[in-house]
């Protein structure tokens, strides 16, 4: 069992930036793959960024460039860097962890419990 806590959320301006922390407790996070999403009101839940137990990394196309993943295993957390942002990025931010490889299935996941990102024009 994983238990995922997720902090860093907050308003900004467009062209700002943000730094959302993932911490788990619980087991090791070391072989689980580790996720992003994120949901704004009225739209799906788009994933928005993947990080492998290898570390390798994979981001949506909408995020491209402007997000970067990472993960420190030693000290259970995990991050997501969001750099020049725009309104378009407003939404609660999850983190997930998952038993590698991901599924896609939500109820195969841990989830935390979502921190929201306000980005004003």
């Known amino acids: 069992y994983v238990h995922l806590v997720t902090s860093g959320g907050g308003s900004v301006q467009s062209g700002g930036s943000l730094r959302l922390s993932c911490a788990a407790s619980?087991?090791?996070?070391?072989?689980?793959?580790m996720e992003w999403f994120r949901q704004a009101p009225g739209d799906e839940r788009e994933r928005v960024a993947l990080v492998n137990s290898d570390g390798t990394t994979t981001y949506a196309d909408s995020v491209q460039g402007r997000l970067t993943i990472s993960r420190d295993n030693a000290n259970q957390i995990m991050y997501l860097q969001l750099s020049d942002l725009k309104p378009e990025d407003t939404a609660m931010y999850y983190c997930t962890a998952e038993t590698c490889p991901v599924t896609g299935e939500a109820e195969n996941k841990y989830w935390g419990q979502g921190t929201l990102v306000t980005v004003s024009s």
């Open positions: 619980g087991e090791s996070i070391s072989d689980y793959c």
